[in-house]
């Protein structure tokens, strides 16, 4: 792939499409080289490919079903791309073969039985397979064994559906119900193309209307982002009174990245999954206004921001959770800027938006805007003053129009500097 740098975001002021796309392909070319040059290929038959959680830890030999469901959804946002789809076709081999070749690669048999019963525990994760199953929904359909394995998984979530609707945390139609376990999976259905059970989507709006704004609401913004994913017709005006509220309560927070933490049990050991609910955020109003609140600075900032964090030295990372790179928070800012792509490109009212704002910013860096400001500013004042001694009447009112006109073009320029910074 070709390398290039992402344009700078000095004269945005909003994501266009040549920038989510360009941001796109910056994280593309990450994966491709965890992917080529990481040891989590290590001991992998010459077929295959696999990620783990870091893609900026080469040396890490951790893979797991969280990373590479991550690196099957970026790459499947560019497919036809640098072996693209030969890269799909390697990490879907070691999805349907994981089960039994991670075993066979323990070096003693201490380690295949703990490594045993850890993919016999990832095996009924509800998270790791929605991620899977969502990321197995954007494979093209000439990858081999794909839809084998995707619909094997589909099944394997449709038999844990507990009888009140939604999902546990474990994919165990005994369990209780998570409404975070619950919103992943109707996500990754509805991604997979499975009809949406209503009972799934009423369990889960019984538990946003019974619960709190203050209760949990960074897994709040998720779930809400799926509703206004599969019913937006139907529950537009909920959807936009839960925004107001979060937007109000997390206002303060958008500053700098930020992402929480959901922990659950999963046999007898705590795990916890990750929720980048900035991004979530951004997406959902993208959802509900994507012509007018979608394009504030409130949003776009964080968005720009974000893309010249992918591309800096240190890259996109969240200070709370370490220095090292989520692959796993690459592929859903991936999947959001392919969506902010999309909408543009099918929207030309949003489009429109996007690039006059753009457009005016450019304006107000140019320097051959900056240069005419001033020089008109200078030749009103010169004109006035020349004029005014060559008059019979030297009157100082008759200086206060041109001499206004003068300072509106001050101000302009004080004001485009002021943008500037």
């Not at 030999?61 to 799909?88: C, M, W, Y």
């Not at 139609?173 to 998570?178: A, L, Y």
């Not at 200070?319 to 099918?346: N, P, V």
Request: proline share 4%; aromatic share 8%; charged share 20%.
């Amino acid at each position: 792939m070709k390398s290039e740098l992402l344009p700078t975001t000095k004269h945005y002021r909003c994501v266009d499409e040549a920038l989510a796309d360009s941001t796109i392909s910056a994280i593309r070319r990450k994966f491709d080289s965890v992917l080529e040059s990481g040891v989590q290929r290590r001991g992998l038959p010459d077929d295959m490919l696999a990620a783990g959680q870091y893609l900026d830890r080469f040396e890490f030999e951790q893979r797991g079903l969280f990373g590479t469901a991550a690196a099957i959804l970026v790459i499947s946002s560019t497919p036809h791309v640098d072996n693209g789809v030969q890269k799909l076709q390697s990490l879907v081999n070691y999805l349907r073969h994981r089960e039994t070749l991670e075993p066979n690669l323990a070096q003693d048999p201490e380690e295949a039985i703990e490594t045993s019963r850890r993919i016999a525990v990832e095996r009924l994760d509800t998270f790791k397979t929605a991620d899977v199953v969502f990321a197995l929904s954007r494979v093209p359909v000439i990858v081999l064994g794909r839809d084998t394995h995707l619909q094997a998984l589909i099944q394997r979530v449709i038999a844990a559906r507990l009888s009140g609707g939604g999902w546990a945390t474990r994919l165990d139609n005994t369990g209780s119900f998570d409404p975070l376990a619950t919103a992943h999976t109707l996500r990754a259905l509805t991604a997979a193309s499975v009809p949406v059970n209503e009972n799934d989507v009423a369990a889960l709006l019984r538990h946003l209307d019974s619960s709190s704004i203050d209760e949990n609401p960074y897994a709040r913004i998720f779930a809400l982002t799926v509703i206004a994913t599969i019913r937006l017709k139907t529950r537009r005006e909920f959807l936009e009174e839960e925004h107001r509220r979060l937007v109000g309560t997390l206002r303060t927070q958008m500053s700098s990245p930020a992402e929480a933490n959901y922990e659950y049990t999963a046999g007898r050991r705590q795990y916890y999954v990750r929720i980048p609910w900035q991004l979530y955020l951004i997406e959902l109003t993208l959802r509900l206004f994507p012509s007018t609140k979608f394009f504030s600075f409130l949003w776009q900032q964080h968005l720009l921001m974000t893309t010249k964090m992918i591309d800096s030295p240190t890259g996109f990372t969240y200070r709370s959770s370490g220095e090292a790179q989520s692959t796993r928070t690459h592929g859903i800012t991936c999947e959001l800027m392919r969506l902010i792509s999309a909408s543009l490109d099918a929207a030309p009212r949003m489009r429109f938006v996007g690039t006059t704002i753009n457009t005016a910013t450019r304006v107000a860096y140019s320097r051959v805007t900056n240069f005419v400001l001033w020089l008109a500013a200078a030749a009103i004042i010169g004109y006035t003053v020349l004029t005014w001694a060559l008059s019979n009447q030297h009157s100082v009112l008759e200086l206060a129009p041109n001499f206004l006109a003068t300072m509106v073009l001050v101000l302009l320029q004080v004001a485009l500097t002021r943008i500037r910074k």
